[in-house]
């Protein structure tokens, strides 16, 4: 759960508050009179995210994946090697 700060309290502590997001991967969410309004993340974070649901719009990539945990779940998976000199 992200931490929830009003932000008359973010406005306070902007500075050290993105250090904290910067060095160690904190993100919290800022609140105006206890709504949500905005979460802040570090940039790197935000990019993996992006990635990720990318990667989720694909729906060949995204069979891919769901029939590979299939796979595996039955034990039923192809040695790295095998890839690597077949290409497949």
């Not at 709504?35 to 990318?54: F, G, H, I, K, N």
Request: with cysteine; hydrophobic share 35%.
């Amino acid at each position: 759960m992200l931490e929830a700060v009003p932000i008359t309290q973010a406005r306070k502590t902007f500075l050290p508050s993105i250090e904290r997001v910067t060095h160690e991967l904190y993100k919290f969410v800022v609140t105006r009179r206890g709504r949500p309004v905005a979460v802040v993340l570090s940039y790197t974070e935000y990019c993996q995210m992006v990635e990720t649901l990318r990667l989720f719009e694909d729906g060949k990539l995204t069979r891919e994946i769901r029939q590979g945990l299939k796979q595996a779940e039955r034990e039923e998976l192809v040695p790295l090697d095998y890839v690597k000199h077949n290409g497949t």
